[in-house]
């Protein structure tokens, strides 16, 4: 049997279109370190690049000798925000105030989003991970959760600079367990910071030695 049937498309459609709200949603942190409201990214946006740079990331790592699997990591990061189309971003020191609290009530927002499709147990199980940072893969997802929100800021003239590196340094002490990946996220930021690396501008044009070896 290869059709779906209507019920089954719409329990898969009223996901997706939940999931849409994420276009919408400011991350909310920013708004407290100086951000106007048209220069915090959306959850949807973030959410894109911590899934496409934690795979890369995770791959790159497993070239290195690490012992990670990057489709796992990258299954994670999909998971990683998707409650927030539900319950909206919360910041960093509202979920410190509400402690474990808010941690249920994103899960139950998930489950309850999850509810009808065939893989919610599995798409359950990235999530909580997450959640927990129990392994390398949720914590690699975490480093570039993380180092997404340090960029943003980077990146944008009107943000406090100091409150986000205060913020990233706490978040990533208590949230960033394994010690070699903890510093390694040290290094990164230190390297963007320092403007030692930049974003691609065309580094090979001009380049003829480079350009051959393309």
Avoid: C
Avoid at 7 to 28: D, G, I, N, W, Y
């Amino acid at each position: 049997r290869e059709r779906m049937d209507d019920k089954k498309l719409a329990e898969v459609l009223e996901v997706f279109l939940t999931v849409q709200v994420s276009k919408e949603l400011p991350r909310q942190g920013f708004l407290y370190s100086g951000f106007k409201i048209n220069e915090a990214d959306s959850v949807a946006a973030h959410s894109y690049n911590v899934a496409m740079f934690a795979y890369i990331m995770a791959t790159e790592l497993k070239k290195s000798g690490w012992n990670i699997n990057p489709d796992k990591t990258l299954k994670i990061a999909m998971m990683h925000d998707i409650g927030e189309s539900i319950t909206g971003d919360i910041g960093t020191y509202a979920k410190e105030l509400a402690r474990d609290r808010f941690d249920k009530v994103e899960k139950d927002a998930v489950k309850l989003l999850i509810r009808n499709l065939s893989a919610k147990e599995k798409l359950m199980k990235y999530f909580r991970e997450y959640q927990k940072l129990s392994s390398i893969e949720a914590q690699v997802v975490k480093f570039v959760d993380t180092l997404d929100a340090f960029v943003q800021a980077f990146n944008t003239p009107s943000a406090n600079m100091d409150d986000v590196k205060s913020s990233v340094a706490y978040i990533s002490k208590k949230k960033i367990k394994n010690p070699k990946l903890f510093a390694l996220f040290n290094i990164a930021t230190r390297l963007i910071d320092e403007r030692k690396v930049t974003l691609y501008k065309g580094h090979v044009m001009g380049n003829t030695e480079t350009q051959e070896k393309l």
